[in-house]
């Protein structure tokens, strides 16, 4: 009878996948977070303002079309936009069927409009999807990030992943992946396909060389909201080795700053001072200026209006960056 | 000195200690068991930090819960890292000798003393968040000692120590009893505490399996069943020789036939009657070990009689 | 005697896992190791010193984490200063501090730590589970990490540092906080894996037994440097060959025995003696000495020095060294220290 599988065995395996090792921090980072019932709750929840999104794309392609909706619309739009639209329905160029059949005329006007517009009016509604999801956003990272990196302070586990062949900056990508997974999941993804749809509804499919931009203007608005909210989120959980902590500055940092930069706009209104200097108060509120920087991302206003802002967003990247590395490899430093 | 009738701790459904009895004079005594078998349980229901759930535990013949008399008598020094970080040594025993009730300046002189006695002097200015762990160890018995109790109660007080600190712990304590005072120290370590203690408590699952001084366990040792090794030239001679006596049991080759080793009952009449046997035989034995020769082997026989499988 | 020494050779089928020359590690103006020059040839090698030693920062440098401040060093054949990664894949370490990633199962931990080594999901569960099966890890490997006792955390974590297969374990008190039959279990695994499965180890421990029944040799670090680095024979062996001698009967009667038959008696306590045999005759002379004396022997062995006495000895010649130094120093500068 011959002995084998007896006690302790030489592996002869080859370790393949050393370079996207840290994606397994980032697998079971997501894996832990998903078991929070409330965050699945609030990424079910957070679906809807996707699908707000993908029936506007639809009812903007189809808005021409209905019958009787054209007559309305003309002169509604004439009198919001006054010459912006004169301009685009003079310029329409009508058919001789058109002339004999004047009731289609409104149609084709705004059908005009619709396709000059599409590309501002498209952007403008991805914008305003961030900005609302934005909020959704900042929840969604306070139920995840906190636990993240002050769990393993308390821990202790720093020793465990650093005496593997792992840098500490793969460590913290790992973990920066975790929380983007579910950020790209309900944002990104739903954006993208939600613009998708609306290439397949709209008349033809020319609409991809006038919204070309729009997919990567997406991709730009997630990381402009992935990199700051990331960084200082897990530089908060790196703080502290109870996560409450983590979770109490968190929200404190951007409900405080979003109260106080309200309240001292209505200050300035109600003192009636210029109005060039209600944006200095702006930097308080990460989320106005994150709001402000995803209106340049999305072509609404130019980079010099916001570049104090864009500013401040590299700054806090950096400063979360150089905390959370410090306090990540203090094990291995002396 | 102390008196434990029928103590039993429950902790909800937990067990903490179990139907503990004991009367101990004063001396020095170690508390041995393995990590959760209820020492630093005995001690906090000794001390008065705990109601017993049945029974009662005595301290100088008074209820240390009830009653702050006893309390006055010990010092304790706990396993836990209770240390505040920001504060200094000389601070801290000052403040722990206050509360003693000395007024500020006995305070202050006595911990002068206690710290020069554990070496600490130099350190005494600096935040005990520098401390290494042999220093936080040395300023918590400081502060146990500095009332000049004449019980010393410790848990754990070698956890932690390099050799060097754990040197002069066991000299600062040695000291200590061979003032005259009395210890009672619990430990999982076996070694460090033979080194000070001469009576043994043996405590395992909350129960008190023995007790004894040091020559009484080492002679129970010496009436349980052991192997004792023998290295000879001559070893088939010997074995011979070994085989033949009734207080032997068994004999065994070593392997490379070195030397033989025998199994008996009763090893302390082995070892008598060894340098007799020997005697007219012209047979060089130049070894005689027995690797069962610890208070470790004592404990392991009484697990295994406490769990019936002797 | 403050020259270290190196280790014996290593013998021709396995070079030395760890060269250091000349290393140097200052931190501003504290000096954490000061020119250590070493070679560990593989089996199982004690690494001793007091707390602050250097030693938890020897550990560092070893596993590629922190730079030298000077000097050369290998593990395992690697640079010390460029190939930190190559090193970490290779080599297994078991910190001493209780650590381990909560939220997750024993087995998950240990499959986890595999993965981020970069081998295979479903090949590093698999490995993880016989890992476990080795080191005692029976149903609770199903529960949460966070639930564990000592013991069982103190499994894990030398689980996770053998679940690579490295070829160089590194222990920081594999022992500490364990019970005295966990502990017995885990030296005697640690010895099997040397002897059997070709894994060289290096425990830094200040537990002296542990050191005595396991290691093959033993280095010594104190205030930065190797006072001691020799097997543990040689460390053992007194500077007088004697033999140690524990009687049964009346101590007084045989001591005085032993005296009258001209042995000197260097140590005595209680049952123990100590007697100088520069012949190494001694042990057939005791024999009628104990019938003289009417006393049993229970235990005759050759007489070693502790560790416990090595060490102590090395860290007061340590501290000397450093006290003539802080002398010389303050000789320049009144009024200082």
């Known amino acids: ?334 | 000195m102390i008196s434990f009738e029928h103590v039993t701790k429950l902790y909800g459904i937990v067990i903490g200690v179990n139907d503990i009895s004991l009367e101990l004079p004063p001396g020095a005594y170690g508390l041995l068991g393995p990590n959760g078998s209820g020492k630093s349980t005995l001690l906090n229901v000794l001390t008065g930090q705990l109601r017993p759930s049945r029974g009662e535990a005595r301290l100088f013949g008074a209820d240390a819960f009830c009653d702050i008399g006893p309390l006055e008598r010990i010092g304790f020094c706990p396993s836990l890292d209770i240390l505040p970080t920001d504060v200094t040594g000389l601070t801290w025993v000052k403040y722990m000798v206050q509360l003693q009730g000395y007024d500020e300046a006995e305070a202050t002189r006595r911990a002068h003393d206690v710290l020069d006695r554990v070496e600490l002097m130099d350190a005494r200015d600096r935040g005990m968040a520098g401390y290494s762990r042999g220093m936080k160890q040395r300023i918590k018995l400081a502060q146990a000692i500095a009332h000049e109790p004449e019980l010393l109660i410790l848990d754990e007080p070698f956890s932690g120590l390099d050799p060097v600190a754990r040197h002069q712990m066991t000299e600062l304590l040695s000291d200590w009893i061979k003032e005259g005072k009395s210890v009672l120290m619990a430990s999982h370590i076996l070694h460090e505490v033979e080194a000070i203690a001469d009576n043994f408590l043996l405590i395992y699952g909350g129960r008190l399996l023995a007790s004894g001084a040091t020559n009484e366990v080492y002679e129970m040792l010496d009436n349980v069943p052991r192997r004792i090794d023998l290295v000879s030239d001559d070893a088939t001679q010997l074995a011979v020789l070994v085989q033949q006596q009734s207080i032997v049991d068994a004999v065994q080759f070593h392997e490379g036939g070195n030397g033989v080793s025998v199994l008996t009952r009763k090893p302390r009449e082995v070892f008598q009657q060894l340098p007799h046997w020997l005697k007219d035989q012209q047979l060089s034995v130049r070894e005689v070990s027995s690797s069962d020769d610890s208070l470790q082997a004592l404990f392991e026989t009484l697990m295994k009689i406490h769990r019936g499988q002797i | 005697m403050a020259d270290a020494s190196v280790l014996p050779p290593a013998t021709a089928i396995s070079s030395s896992v760890i060269e250091l020359s000349g290393l140097s590690k200052n931190f501003g103006q504290v000096q954490a190791l000061r020119d250590v020059s070493l070679s560990v040839p593989a089996g199982i090698t004690g690494l001793l010193g007091p707390n602050g030693s250097g030693k938890s920062t020897m550990i560092k440098i070893l596993l590629g984490l922190v730079q030298a401040s000077s000097g050369h060093g290998t593990v395992l054949g690697r640079d010390i200063y460029r190939d930190g990664k190559a090193i970490r894949a290779d080599v297994g370490f078991m910190p001493e501090d209780d650590c381990y990633i909560s939220g997750i199962s024993g087995v998950e931990m240990v499959h986890f730590a595999a993965c981020l080594n970069g081998y295979p999901s479903a090949e590093a569960l698999r490995r993880a589970h016989e890992v476990l099966d080795y080191c005692g890890a029976e149903e609770e490997r199903y529960r949460e990490v966070d639930t564990y006792s000592t013991g069982m955390r103190q499994k894990l974590k030398f689980a996770q540092a053998l679940v690579h297969d490295p070829a160089l374990l590194i222990l920081d008190e594999p022992t500490s906080g364990l019970d005295p039959d966990e502990r017995q279990l885990l030296l005697k695994r640690i010895s099997s894996l040397a002897e059997k499965s070709n894994i060289s180890v290096l425990i830094s421990t200040h537990i002296l037994p542990d050191v005595q029944q396991i290691c093959d040799q033993a280095i010594v670090i104190a205030t930065g440097e190797v006072r001691r680095a020799d097997s543990i024979e040689n460390l053992n062996r007194p500077t007088i060959p004697s033999i140690e001698i524990r009687v049964v009967g009346d101590v007084a009667v045989f001591h005085d025995t032993v005296l009258a038959a001209g042995i000197e008696v260097m140590e005595t306590s209680e049952d123990r003696f100590v007697l100088a045999d520069p012949h190494g005759s001694l042990a057939e002379q005791v024999w009628p000495l104990a019938r003289q004396a009417d006393v049993g022997i229970r235990s005759l062995v050759p007489a070693r020095t502790s560790l416990d006495d090595v060490f102590l000895q090395a860290v007061q010649e340590a501290q000397v060294v450093e006290e003539a130094q802080v002398v010389e120093e303050g000789g320049g500068n009144d009024g200082n220290a």
Not at chain 1, 32 to 52: C, I, N, Y
Not at chain 1, 317 to 326: A, E, F, N, T
């Open chain 1, 1 to 334: 009878m011959a002995m084998h599988d007896l006690g302790y065995r030489n592996w002869d395996e080859e370790a393949r996948y050393q370079k996207t090792s840290w994606l397994h921090i980032s697998r079971y980072g997501a894996r832990l977070a998903w078991k929070s019932l409330w965050l699945k709750r609030l990424v079910l929840f957070s679906f809807f303002p996707a699908v707000f999104l993908a029936v506007f794309f639809f009812l903007y392609e189809q808005v021409a079309s209905w019958p009787g909706i054209a007559e309305m619309l003309v002169p509604a739009i004439a009198s919001v936009e006054g010459e912006d639209f004169i301009e685009v329905a003079s310029a329409v160029q009508l058919t001789r069927e058109e002339i004999q059949n004047p009731s289609e005329i409104p149609k084709k006007i705004l059908q005009t409009y619709v396709n000059e517009k599409r590309p501002v009016y498209w952007s403008q509604m991805v914008y305003y999807f961030f900005a609302r999801a934005l909020g959704l956003v900042i929840l969604i990272f306070g139920l995840i990030s906190p636990r993240l990196i002050s769990r393993d302070v308390q821990s202790r586990a720093f020793l465990l992943y650093f005496s593997r062949p792992i840098t500490p900056f793969q460590y913290v990508l790992g973990k920066l992946v975790t929380i983007w997974l579910f950020l790209v999941l309900v944002f990104t993804l739903p954006a993208l396909f939600s613009y998708l749809l609306g290439v397949l509804v709209s008349p033809s499919l020319a609409v991809l060389l006038s919204t070309w931009l729009l997919p990567f203007r997406i991709l730009a608005a997630t990381f402009l909201i992935a990199l700051p909210t990331g960084l200082l989120a897990l530089c908060l959980s790196s703080l502290v080795q109870e996560a409450r902590y983590a979770s109490f500055a968190w929200f404190a940092i951007w409900i405080v700053g979003y109260a106080s930069y309200r309240i001292l706009l209505a200050t300035q209104i109600s003192t009636a001072a210029s109005t060039a200097s209600l944006t200095t108060y702006t930097f308080i509120s990460i989320y106005d200026v994150i709001h402000q920087n995803l209106q340049w991302v999305f072509g609404l206003v130019s980079f010099d209006t916001i570049k104090w802002f864009f500013l401040e967003l590299v700054a806090i990247s950096v400063i979360s960056y150089l905390i959370l590395m410090r306090r990540v490899t203090a094990p291995i430093r002396i």
